[in-house]
C-alpha cells in the first residue's frame, strides 16, 4: 500500500518516545505499506501542505505521527478524498485518536492500521472552519484565545483577550436544532463531534464521532465560578457538578444579540450568529 508516511518532529510525545516510532515504522513495513517518509519543519512543508500532496499524488494512505494538530491539519486535507488516515499518536492529549477510539500508544496505533479496517468518521463545520473535537461558543473561546495569542507571544492580545473572560457576561442565545428553537441566557454553550475536550478532558461519555450527529451541550445559569469548578472536576477526572442541557442534530444555528467569539478546536474562528453543521462520514480512518 502506497502511503505518505508525515512525521510531526516537534510533537509532545507525552505516551512515546523515538524508539517507538522506529518500532513503529518496522511494523508497518512489514504488514506491506510502502512508506515514504516526509517531516513537517518549522514553516514548511506544513502537515497540510503535505496531505494535499497525498491526495494530488494518489497515495493510497497517509500516515500522521504527531499530535492533535498535526492529525487535524491532516484530516482536512484528506476529507472527501480516497486517501485513508493512520493515526500514532506522539501528541500531548490526542482528543482525536481518543475520540476514534484508538490506542493511545504508537506500536499498538500501527497494530490496528496494519489490520487495514477502515471506519468513517464524522467532522463538523462552523464559519467554513472543520472541527473534529469541539466547537464553543463564549468563554472557553476567550480562554482558547488568550492561549494561542501566549504561545505566538502576542501578549498584549492574550491580555486583551484574558480581560474579555474576566468581564465576560451571560447572553440571551437562540439554538435552532434541526428546526427546533430554544432559548437560553449562558456564558457557555459546546457543539461536540467528540467526547473529549481541551485538555484531555472527558466530557460527554455518549458523544460519538461516527453516528452523523453533533451534540450540544448548553450551560444555563450557571456563572463563571461554576464553569470553572466544573472545568477542574473535569481535570481531576470526576463528573461535573452541574449538568448541562442537551441536545443533538445535524445542523445548528446560533443567534445572540451581542457578537459572541466562536472556537473550532480552540481556534477563535469569528463570532455569532454562525451555523455549525455536522459532514457525515467525512474521513476514512484505519480503526
Not at 5 to 27: H, M, Q, S, W
Not at 166 to 184: C, L, Q, S, Y
Request: glycine residues 10%; charged residues 25%.
Amino acid at each position: 500500500m502506497r502511503t505518505l508516511f508525515i512525521v510531526n518532529p516537534a510533537a509532545g510525545k507525552r505516551t512515546a518516545t523515538d524508539e517507538d516510532l522506529d518500532a513503529a515504522t518496522e511494523l508497518l513495513r512489514r504488514a506491506g505499506f510502502a512508506l515514504e517518509r516526509v517531516e513537517t519543519g518549522d514553516e514548511h512543508p506544513t502537515t497540510a501542505e503535505l496531505a494535499r500532496r497525498a491526495v494530488a499524488e494518489g497515495f493510497e494512505a497517509c500516515i500522521v505521527a504527531g499530535g492533535d494538530g498535526t492529525v487535524q491539519s491532516a484530516a482536512r486535507e484528506l476529507m472527501g478524498s480516497k486517501v485513508t488516515l493512520g493515526v500514532l499518536p506522539f501528541g500531548t492529549y490526542m482528543n482525536v485518536a481518543h475520540g476514534m477510539g484508538l490506542p493511545l500508544r504508537p506500536l499498538d496505533a500501527a497494530r490496528v492500521i496494519a489490520r487495514r479496517d477502515v471506519r468513517r468518521f464524522d467532522a463538523g463545520t462552523v464559519h467554513d472552519r472543520v472541527f473534529f473535537e469541539i466547537a464553543g461558543a463564549g468563554l472557553d473561546a476567550e480562554l482558547f484565545g488568550a492561549a494561542r495569542h501566549a504561545e505566538a507571544h502576542r501578549w498584549r492580545h492574550a491580555l486583551r483577550r484574558i480581560w474579555r473572560y474576566a468581564t465576560h457576561g451571560t447572553h440571551r442565545v437562540a439554538i435552532d436544532v434541526d428546526g427546533k428553537r430554544h432559548a437560553h441566557r449562558v456564558m457557555q454553550v459546546l457543539v461536540l463531534n467528540s467526547p473529549w475536550y481541551g485538555w484531555g478532558l472527558l466530557l460527554e461519555p455518549d458523544a460519538t464521532m461516527d453516528d452523523g450527529m453533533l451534540d450540544i451541550a448548553v450551560f444555563p445559569r450557571m456563572g463563571r465560578i461554576a464553569l470553572l469548578r466544573g472545568l477542574i472536576a473535569l481535570m481531576l477526572g470526576r463528573q461535573l457538578p452541574q449538568q448541562p442541557l442537551r441536545y443533538q442534530g445535524s445542523r445548528i444555528v446560533m443567534e445572540c444579540d451581542a457578537p459572541v467569539t466562536i472556537h473550532a478546536d480552540g481556534r477563535t474562528c469569528g463570532t455569532l450568529p454562525a451555523t455549525f453543521e455536522c459532514r457525515p462520514a467525512a474521513l476514512a480512518v484505519f480503526a
